[in-house]
């Protein structure tokens, strides 16, 4: 750990035993059963010392051995701050050796955030095997196509053998499913040999429905202050619990070594203090780990606080940017439902000012929401902001679990790919994209009797209200809990090698190539508050004064029918190869230039 916060949670390891602390202060009694390596099995009680902590120390007890806590001799609970659970949340916690995987030597101080190209991705659906050691396997392709950095989703412990990861309850425990803490390492340290950063997605702002025993012994977890989609919010105001997720997040940091971190939901992370949660933890990342290596923060924040936003030392904040994502989707698919509508009137001036600016909405009415939306943005960088055509929630929170391969021609996307990866924010793909998978990533978890239940028809009830959606439509909307669901949502790999997946491949590799030579280099050069947009029915400009006096020109026809374009500089891409020279774009053409004073 870094010497900034000393690792209050969980049990600590010693050369004589293992000391074991636990916050209760909801108990009157704790007592720590334990079963060691050998099989041998122990109860003792654990001494109430202030502010609601129960310690209590097990000479002989080593790594391997396997423990629980019981709550007034009626409850028996998990570790919330549990370094693993090989059995998973209903089962025992085991009590780890750091020295269990020995880190080769290496000089890996992590990428500049302007070299990131992000791949979101699922372990378990990553391949069919669904683990660390499978995925290991895959990282000299992803290496190969231009990816730089990898986003995990969430690994933390939650109940049953399959899920997304948000809805976790043992935040300091890598899923079992996917293997041992030490093959994660072996991951990690696999990763970092090819180039590979790898950030990891974290949920601060609830617990998960199943194997959460919190609300019974230490109640000041939550506060009814404030409430969330998932209940009661978490009360970060409490000092204790505040430093549990500051805790984590450089638990993941310093004993993983992951290079950042994503984190989820902060619009539904309440605090009270003048110095808000996140702010405090990204302080903290960046005198930790921050302070020797590269470490990056992402947000999601359907708030849009560019305040939260840019550099703080070496470590970059930025932001998962929907306001990317729903107007191109707007224009890729003609879609106009939901949230969409937001964008759907001026889809092509909200693309264009988030290109130019970073947000679309900078303070003022989001209609669905009936309220301000966001802060001014066009002074930061624009690599403080993270653009996606696709990612879990926008593709596994439709019905079917569409990808863009489903919804829109090739013309359309080859024309999104191009504005994506080489425009000068962080591009991100998701698992399968880069080759044009087909494959559905679908809503799956694997709860079991009533909560399954609930999760069935609360998933096909969201949709009730589409017209597609009703009656026998509506049923056939996939059992997030069955077996079929999760398996449908894994990648066949042998698909990027067959016609057309193959060529896409190419295509991308082709773009990354070009954005890792023409792009990176001018990203320092970019000033803010310079860039500007237009739009000519559905031709696109956006203009990016750099240093020297050149501009970097995109040209982007977002339309079925040709448009006239004047020439912007020198065209160093085009999707329509060494034909673009003339003054008028194709439809869905994309051309990129440099413009010399």
């Known amino acids: 750990m870094s010497n900034d916060v000393s690792l ?78 090989p059995k998973g949340v209903a089962g025992p916690c085991e009590v780890l050796d750091r020295r ?62 399959w899920g997304w990861g948000y809805d976790g309850v043992l935040l300091y425990a890598p899923h079992p499913t996917y293997g041992r803490p030490e093959e994660l390492k072996r991951f990690v340290h696999a990763a970092h040999e090819r ?3 790898v950030l990891l997605d974290v949920v601060y702002n609830h617990f998960g429905p199943e194997g959460n025993y919190l609300h019974r012994y230490a109640g000041d977890f939550f506060t009814s202050a404030h409430h969330t989609p998932w209940g009661s919010a978490i009360n970060f105001a409490h000092p204790v619990v505040r430093q549990f997720f500051i805790q984590n997040a450089l638990y993941w940091l310093n004993e993983y070594r992951f290079d950042g971190l994503r984190i989820d ?84 001036q909200h693309l264009g000012r988030v290109l130019a600016e970073g947000f679309a909405f900078q303070g003022e009415i989001y209609p669905t929401d009936d309220r301000r939306r966001g802060e001014r943005s066009a002074h930061l960088p624009s690599t403080a ?45 998701f698992m399968g994209e880069e080759y044009g998978a087909v494959q559905p990533f679908l809503y799956f978890c694997d709860y079991q009797g009533d909560l399954a239940r609930a999760i069935r028809e609360g998933r096909r009830n969201e949709f009730a209200s589409f017209g597609a959606f009703t009656g026998e439509q509506r049923e056939q909307i996939p059992d997030p809990n069955a077996a079929e669901t999760y398996r449908a949502s894994q990648l066949n790999d042998s698909d990027r090698k067959r016609s057309p997946h193959s060529e896409w491949l190419a295509y991308t590799r082709e773009l990354l190539s070009l954005r890792a030579r023409m792009v990176v280099p001018l990203l320092d050069d970019i000033g803010t508050d310079a860039a500007s947009y237009q739009t000519d029915h559905r031709l696109l400009t956006v203009k990016w004064p750099l240093k020297g006096g050149r501009t970097l020109v995109l040209q982007a026809n977002l339309g079925d029918r040709s448009n ?19 003054e008028r774009l194709d439809a869905w053409e994309v051309r990129w230039s440099l413009d010399v004073a």
């Open 8 to 85: 209050q949670f969980g049990p600590q390891l010693t050369a004589d035993g293992t000391k074991f602390r636990f916050w209760a202060p909801d108990a009157r009694r704790v007592e720590l059963h334990v079963v060691t390596k050998g099989g041998e099995s122990l109860r003792q009680d654990c001494t109430a010392t202030r502010e609601g902590w129960y310690e209590t120390f097990a000479r002989g007890v080593g790594p391997g051995a396997r423990y629980r806590f019981r709550i007034d001799d009626e409850l028996e609970v998990p570790d919330p701050a549990s370094r693993f659970q």
């Open 100 to 161: 269990g995987f020995s880190w080769p030597h290496s000089d890996w101080r992590g990428r500049e955030w302007r070299e990131a190209v992000l791949y979101e991705l699922h372990v378990g659906a990553f391949t069919r095997e669904g683990t660390y050691a499978a995925a290991i396997s895959r990282l000299d392709e992803l290496a190969d196509t231009g990816i730089t950095a990898i986003e995990l989703l969430p690994l933390n412990t939650f109940s049953g053998r």
């Open 195 to 197: 180039g590979l950063m």
């Open 265 to 348: 939901a902060v619009h539904a992370m309440f605090d009270d203090p003048a110095t808000h949660f996140i702010d405090e933890l990204v302080d903290h990342v960046q005198r930790g780990p921050g302070s020797q290596r590269h470490v990056h923060v992402i947000l999601e924040n359907h708030h849009n606080e560019a305040r939260r936003l840019g550099y703080s030392g070496r470590t970059m904040v930025a932001q998962w940017n929907d306001d990317f994502h729903h107007p191109m989707h707007v224009l890729l698919t003609d879609e106009g439902d939901g949230y969409y509508r937001n964008y759907g009137e001026r889809a092509l």
């Open 385 to 429: 902001f993270v653009s996606f055509l696709q990612n879990h929630d926008q593709i596994g929170n439709r019905a079917f679990g569409d990808r863009l391969t489903r919804l829109a021609s090739p013309e359309r996307l080859r024309a999104g790919f191009a504005v994506l990866l080489l425009a000068p924010q962080i591009p991100m793909l």
């Open 564 to 582: 006239a374009a004047p020439p912007a500089g020198e065209i160093w891409y085009s999707t329509a190869g060494a034909e673009a020279r003339g």
